[in-house]
């Protein structure tokens, strides 16, 4: 997008805005460039793509009603028709009291988040580095397929304004790559998927992402089948990133408000362990949800939501912390441009008492070390209850022992945050997720065994 472009835009709004008498508006400009790759069975090209798109979102009030709109269509014509049809679509709905969110200094540099270095990175360097991650996860005589190393970056570039003087522009990168392994011995085979995002692409670990890949699926192969029972368990990172996952809706404002909240209630309350602390933080390096300002303008800014066990603060856009009598939080995220803001996390870091690799293995030199999560969606949001399917594995004397199969992990999401008893020191970032293993105390897991 150029500057000009979003000039013509802005004074083509206002005008309108002056033309049908609205309360206010607020506008967004959303342009996005993707370069997407990804090699065949043979290493060699099996797509190479790059897609472009950006298009205008129109909010109006009149009348105190709301009215959303959108196009990709940049012309006035197709201008001033989207502003109508935001109009015509909030004359049908209920008034409300609402006012776009005021210029406030604060949040974070508009390119604090961009790789300046985007466009000098050779395809060849690319195709390279895909390559060699194919090879990479070929660290075992078991594992006897390599499917689709892929890479994809996108510039992202955003301009938010409205009629209460908000005038916001930024960049974001985003980098990516991923791979998928098939591990076979005998008669059982066994797949795993791996990836890594980052705003840079110098940080970029394709060896990494390859091992890890690998060394999941081996570590399937086989098993032994678990009497059922209550068990020390250790989540890795990326299980303890899909947990909190979970829990992340709970701390949305809308949620709260409606009742479909976990957490409704528990505002200022000792609800998990005094080690514990959670933190929604949009200036996270790499987080795939750093934003300088969120969806409506307002600046972003690291929050505790739970701070020593207690719940702190939920998350606010501005409509739902007007409806609250609270403050937005500058969690306001766009979903998609077709779609008006709604309330949304940016990162979030869970942080408890670290301890050392030989604490964790003294704490649990024997039981399960959970991987990988399945159903998740099939958790309550209300009760915290959940029954999910997992893999994982058996450790002896702190050593990998056995791959665990046929194995289901329940309980209630509470109690399982409240039986953290040690946290590592290995935080890894999961698209917007940053989490430590974890070693949970008496965590139900259904086997097969008798």
Not at 16 to 25: D, F, I, N, V
Request: proline letters at 4%.
């Amino acid at each position: 997008m150029k500057n000009d472009d979003n000039a013509r835009i802005a004074g083509k709004i206002n005008n309108l805005s002056k033309e049908y008498a609205t309360e206010g508006y607020e506008v967004c400009v959303s342009g996005t460039k993707k370069l997407t790759v990804s090699l065949d069975d043979a290493k060699e090209v099996e797509k190479l793509q790059a897609d472009e798109e950006i298009g205008v979102a129109i909010r109006t009030l009149k009348d105190q009603r709301m009215g959303f709109s959108f196009t990709f269509n940049m012309s006035d014509l197709a201008l001033e028709e989207t502003f109508k049809r935001a109009l015509d679509s909030g004359s049908i709905l209920d008034k409300q009291q609402f006012s776009f969110v005021d210029d406030k200094p604060g949040g974070f540099p508009p390119e604090q988040f961009y790789d300046s270095d985007i466009g000098t990175t050779p395809e060849t360097r690319k195709l390279g580095m895909l390559r060699v991650m194919a090879d990479a996860a070929r660290t075992d005589k078991r594992i006897v397929k390599v499917e689709r190393p892929s890479y994809e970056e996108s510039i992202n570039s955003l301009f938010i304004f409205n009629s209460r003087g908000v005038s916001k522009e930024s960049r974001t990168t985003r980098f990516g790559i991923s791979i998928s392994v098939l591990a076979r011995e005998g008669s059982e085979s066994q797949m795993s998927w791996d990836f890594q995002g980052t705003n840079a692409f110098s940080r970029l670990e394709p060896d990494r992402v390859a091992h890890s890949c690998a060394q999941q699926a081996l570590q399937t192969l086989g098993g032994i089948q678990l009497v059922t029972g209550f068990y020390d368990t250790l989540l890795t990172p990326l299980v303890a990133s899909q947990f909190l996952s979970v829990l992340a809706g709970s701390f949305k404002a809308d949620a709260v408000y409606k009742r479909t909240s976990m957490l409704a209630d528990k505002l200022q309350q000792q609800v998990f362990p005094a080690h514990l602390s959670v933190y929604d933080d949009p200036g996270l390096s790499d987080g795939s949800g750093s934003v300088p300002f969120d969806a409506e303008g307002t600046p972003a800014f690291k929050k505790a939501l739970v701070d020593k066990g207690v719940v702190t603060s939920f998350l606010y856009d501005r409509h739902y912390a007007t409806l609250m009598k609270a403050e937005t939080t500058g969690n306001a995220v766009r979903h998609s441009l077709t779609q008006p803001p709604a309330i949304g996390i940016t990162n979030f870091v869970l942080e408890s008492q670290q301890s050392t690799e030989q604490d964790l293995r003294q704490a649990l030199s024997d039981g399960p070390v959970i991987t990988e999560l399945m159903g998740l969606h099939t958790v309550n949001p209300v009760t915290g209850e959940f029954s999910l399917g997992a893999r994982g594995y058996m450790i002896k004397s702190g050593k990998f022992s056995s791959p665990c199969k046929g194995i289901t992990v329940s309980g209630n999401l509470f109690d399982l945050f409240n039986n953290i008893h040690l946290a590592g020191r290995d935080q890894m970032l999961y698209g917007n997720m940053l989490t430590p293993s974890l070693i949970i105390k008496a965590l139900k897991i259904s086997g097969t065994a008798v």
